[in-house]
């Protein structure tokens, strides 16, 4: 079961390769981001149901609207989810409710317009990503992907 973090950590990495551009309409997405297609401002985007199988004990920043999920084999969970506010508010968000929540952040990178981390705690293990949407007010695309440690 060794294989799954690393298999895990890679997905996560390559899907969240980026450079620092974008627009609102999303045309500099994550490879790979759930829901890539367009991504809307916060105030005007479309809300999925977060899935049932989705750990709560895994926070989504305050007033994120939650965009698109998918399940994965292996138990993996991914959420997309769009951010209300500055890119700076949920980076501070998440680098202080993970550890709140028992998960230890590490592995990670902040940018000044995107930024990631690895995590693991609560029998978890994953990463999260953050990217601000270019023309929204600061609004910042949330990607977390999830699985049993």
């Keep these: 079961m060794k294989r799954l973090p690393v298999l895990l950590v890679a997905m996560v990495a390559a ?12 045309d500099n997405l994550p ?3 759930v829901g890539s297609g367009n991504v809307e401002c916060a105030d005007g985007v479309k809300e999925t149901p977060m899935p049932t199988a989705f750990p709560r004990e895994v926070p989504l920043p305050p007033k994120a609207v939650v965009t698109g999920s998918e399940e994965r084999s292996g138990g993996r969970q991914i959420v997309t989810a769009v951010a209300p506010g500055t890119f ?11 550890p709140s929540a028992g998960l230890t952040l590490k592995e990670g990178e902040v ?4 930024a990631e981390s690895n ?3 609560q029998g978890l293990t994953g990463r999260w990503t953050l990217k601000e949407i270019s023309g929204c007010h600061g609004d910042t695309l949330v990607t977390v992907l999830v699985a049993k440690a």
């Design 119 to 121: 995590f693991t705690g």
């Design 15 to 26: 899907a969240a390769q980026t450079g620092c551009g974008g627009t609102a309409r999303g």
């Design 88 to 98: 700076s508010d949920t980076l501070r968000f998440m680098q202080k409710a993970y």
């Design 111 to 114: 940018e000044s317009r995107d």
């Design 31 to 33: 490879a790979g981001a």
